[in-house]
C-alpha cells in the first residue's frame, strides 16, 4: 500500500538517508532493523512528512504522496505510533483515545473505542487517569490505542517496547501479534531483532541511511549470520 522510491534525506548538511528503496505492501508486516542512528526513524519520519526528503518518491496505492503533511498522510489510513510515544498528557486516557476516534480510509470502524478497551485492560481501568500519571507501558499502550482508533491500514510502530519491564513487553508483543493477525500491515522497529523477525513477513536492513538487506523474515531468522552481523550482536 506504502512504497518509497530513491530517497533522500539531509539534516542540514548531514546525507542521512541515501537513496531508500522500501515497498509496504497491503496485509503484510514488515520490521524495520539497523543498529542505532543508521536511519530507521528518519526513513519513517520522511515518510510520513514530518521530515521532506530532498529527493525521492513516496507512493500510496500508486498515488504519488510526496511531500504531504504527516495529517494528510493520517487520513490515508496510516497510524504512527512515535518512538517516545505520541500522547496527550494532560488529557484523560478516555480523552485521549475519543479524540483520535474516526473511521479508515474505506469508512470501516473495526477499531471501536470497547475493542480497544478490551485489547488493553489495563487502560479499562485507567480511563480517568490523566496521561502523565500513566506508567511507562501504559503510556505506550495508550498510544498504541490512539493509533488503532483511527482505523489505520498502516501501523508504525517505533521502538514499541524500548525501556519497559519484560512483563509489559510481552503485552505489546502479544498486541502486535493481535494486530498483524487482522490483517493491517505493520512496519515494525525495535531493538529484539528476533522478535521482530518472528513477528513480520518481511524484513529490511538499513546501514549508513541504505538498504543492505532484504528477506523473508522466516528465511532472515533461520540463517541469521547476515543480520546479526549487521546489527553487530
Ligand atoms: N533532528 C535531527 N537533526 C540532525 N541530525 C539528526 C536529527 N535526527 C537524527 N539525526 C541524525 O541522523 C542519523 C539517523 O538518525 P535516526 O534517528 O534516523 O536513526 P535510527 O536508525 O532511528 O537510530 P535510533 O535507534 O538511535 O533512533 C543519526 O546520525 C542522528 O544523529
Not at 476516534?101 to 478490551?118: H, K, L
Not at 485507567?126 to 500513566?134: A, I, K, N, P, V
Not at 501479534?177 to 522497529?189: D, F, H, M, Q
Amino acid at each position: 500500500m506504502l512504497s518509497v522510491e530513491g530517497l533522500n534525506t539531509y539534516y542540514g548538511d548531514s546525507h542521512i538517508l541515501r537513496g531508500v528503496d522500501v515497498q509496504l505492501p497491503a496485509a503484510t508486516s514488515v520490521g524495520l532493523l539497523g543498529r542505532n542512528g543508521m536511519g530507521k526513524t528518519t526513513l519513517i519520519r520522511s515518510l510520513m512528512g514530518y521530515v521532506r526528503p530532498a529527493s525521492g518518491r513516496v507512493q500510496a496505492e500508486g498515488r504519488d504522496v510526496t511531500g504531504w503533511t504527516p495529517e494528510k498522510m493520517a487520513r490515508l489510513g496510516i497510524g504512527y505510533v512515535p518512538e517516545g510515544r505520541g500522547i496527550f498528557p494532560n488529557l484523560s486516557v478516555r480523552e485521549n483515545l475519543v479524540m483520535s476516534a474516526r473511521p479508515g480510509p474505506d469508512g470501516q470502524r473495526a477499531w471501536t473505542f470497547e475493542r480497544v478497551m478490551s485489547t488493553f485492560p489495563r487502560l479499562a481501568e485507567r480511563l480517568s487517569h490523566g496521561g502523565q500519571q500513566l506508567s511507562g507501558g501504559e503510556q505506550q499502550m495508550l498510544s498504541i490505542g490512539r493509533a488503532l482508533m483511527t482505523n489505520p491500514r498502516l501501523l508504525i510502530l517505533d521502538e514499541a517496547t524500548e525501556g519497559l519491564a519484560p512483563l509489559v513487553v510481552a503485552e505489546i508483543w502479544r498486541v502486535i501479534g493481535e494486530i498483524r493477525a487482522t490483517g493491517i500491515s505493520t512496519l515494525i522497529v525495535d531493538r529484539d531483532w528476533r522478535k521482530v523477525l518472528g513477528h513480520t513477513d518481511q524484513a529490511v536492513v538499513m546501514e549508513k541511511g541504505l538498504i543492505v538487506l532484504k528477506g523473508q523474515s522466516s528465511a532472515l531468522l533461520a540463517e541469521p549470520a547476515q543480520v546479526s552481523e549487521l546489527l553487530g550482536v
